[in-house]
């Protein structure tokens, strides 16, 4: 009796490698399409929300925005543009990113300055299912404060979390 009962564990031992291995198949076959999604990008205290799309089955291009206003401080205002390129579309899909974008900052009491960022990174991505994922990502990011003066350069490491929604 107790041999019947071990067997039967590692049929379903088994049966249940073989399902994992199959749903991992599928996304290597590349049968998924993606055209476009909704992330929302946590790095720090700022919050980006990007809207990938996809123009292949291993690059996107996401534009995006963020808004950080403090009451009777500042508010900044950012738009950006995140490439990715994906090195494999498995259940885990590393890539490497760039970043290219402008940040305004209103303080209220006047003296706006615009700020150009660019940043590299890398990350990965975990898909639950094919339409949506959790990743996270190391950058490297540049930033020239004030580009009408052009004279405060800084250069910062972040990493960052997000969820991600495709459709």
Same mark, same amino acid.
């Given at each position: ?10 049929? %379903?031992?088994?049966?249940? $490698?073989? @399902?994992?291995?199959? $749903?991992?198949?599928?996304? #290597? ?18 919050? !980006? @929300?990007?809207?990938? %799309? ?5 690059? !996107? ?52 300055? !615009?700020? %150009? @960022? ?24 540049? #930033? ?8 405060? %350069?800084?250069?910062? !490491? #972040? ?9």
């Amino acid at each position: 009796m107790r041999s019947l009962e071990r067997r039967g564990k590692y049929v %379903l031992l088994t049966l249940a $490698l073989v @399902i994992f291995a199959s $749903l991992n198949s599928v996304y #290597a076959q590349g049968e998924i399409t993606r055209k476009f999604g909704l992330t929302g990008f946590f790095q720090g205290g700022q919050t !980006t @929300i990007l809207v990938p %799309l996809w123009l292949g089955d291993r690059l !996107t291009v996401a534009p995006g925005f963020s808004l950080l206003w403090v009451e009777g401080g500042t508010t900044n205002i950012g738009w950006q543009v995140t490439p990715r390129l994906y090195f494999s579309m498995n259940r885990i899909a590393p890539y490497i990113s760039g970043t290219v974008g402008v940040i305004l900052n209103m303080p209220n009491g006047g003296g706006d300055t !615009t700020s %150009l @960022i660019l940043g590299v990174g890398f990350g990965g991505e975990y898909f639950i299912n094919p339409k949506f994922s959790m990743g996270v990502e190391a950058r490297l990011n540049g #930033a020239v404060a004030d580009i009408s003066g052009a004279n405060n %350069l800084s250069i910062t !490491t #972040a990493t960052a979390v997000h969820a991600n929604v495709y459709f």
